[in-house]
Nanobody, 123 residues
Framework: QVQLVESGGGLVQPGGSLRLSCTAS????????IAWFRQAPGKEREGVSC????????YYSDSVKGRFTISRDNAQNTVYLQMNNLKPEDTSIYYC????????????????WGQGTQVTVSS
């Protein structure tokens, strides 16, 4: 069964950190580009970060650049999103998606999607 599962979300104070995980089962994650998206209530889904399968190049939205880091652990079949200096506006449901593209995209499209993990930044 092909599946993506996100984990690591939770409640954190402003300035805090979280590490999200996106673990694949039923397929090999390194054969796909992987992107992280987020969606807050009443807002459109937005691209946060992605890592390309072609060359491992990473991309970030302007809103998270310098604070978030995406990485891949092929042995664990997992992609991580390290989130530092979190802000209340980072509060969202975070989703990962596997993209067949050789070059990843922050446009909200993917061949496989996870169910999402809630991140809440509040004091």
């Amino acid at each position: 069964q092909v599946q993506l599962v996100e984990s690591g979300g939770g409640l954190v104070q402003p300035g805090g950190s979280l590490r999200l995980s996106c673990t694949a089962s039923g397929f090999t994650l390194e054969t796909y580009s992987i992107a992280w998206f987020r969606q807050a209530p009443g807002k459109e889904r937005e691209g946060v970060s992605c890592i390309s399968r072609r060359d491992g190049r990473t991309y970030y939205s302007d809103s998270v650049k310098g604070r978030f880091t995406i990485s891949r652990d092929n042995a664990q079949n997992t992609v991580y999103l390290q989130m530092n200096n979190l802000k209340p506006e980072d509060t969202s449901i975070y989703y990962c998606a596997a993209q067949v593209f050789r070059q990843c995209s922050l446009w909200p499209e993917g061949n496989y999607w996870g169910q999402g993990t809630q991140v809440t930044v509040s004091s």
